[in-house]
């Protein structure tokens, strides 16, 4: 059973960034594609970012492009999100996911992650 841990986020000014972790156990990440979302509450859950086995990434907001990047280090079995210039906006839970496949579809589904994190709450705020 595949476990997925979310860590690093918090509050933090416009403006400022932030590096979130997804850390898994129980199996190993390097064979899947992976995916952050983020979710404001009373809202559904909104894809970010994929990056594929071999490292390639897949936007799936534009508002996140230029200032997200998703990165996987899999000698850890550990995928990250970098973001930086945050908004407030940007104010969500983040959840990232284990896709089924190794490659990131075009646009998110969330029918196609078979494991989740329990997310990290990011606020930006002055």
């Known amino acids: 059973q595949v476990q997925l841990v979310e860590s690093g986020g918090g509050l933090v000014q416009p403006g400022g960034s932030l590096r979130l972790s997804c850390a898994a156990s129980?199996?190993?990440?390097?064979?899947?594609?992976i995916s952050w979302f983020r979710q404001v509450s009373g809202k559904g859950r909104e894809g970010v970012l994929c990056?594929?086995?071999?490292?390639?990434?897949?936007a799936f907001s534009d508002s996140v492009k230029g200032r997200f990047t998703i990165s996987r280090d899999n000698s850890k079995n550990t995928v990250y999100l970098q973001m930086s210039n945050l908004t407030i906006e940007d104010t969500a839970v983040y959840y990232c996911?284990?896709?089924?496949?190794?490659?990131?579809?075009?646009?998110?589904?969330?029918?196609?992650?078979?494991?989740w994190g329990r997310g990290t709450q990011v606020t930006v705020a002055s």
């Open positions: 129980g199996g190993f990440l390097h064979n899947y594609a």
């Open positions: 990056i594929s086995k071999h490292g390639d990434a897949t």
């Open positions: 996911a284990k896709d089924l496949v190794h490659f990131c579809l075009p646009q998110a589904s969330t029918d196609e992650y078979d494991y």
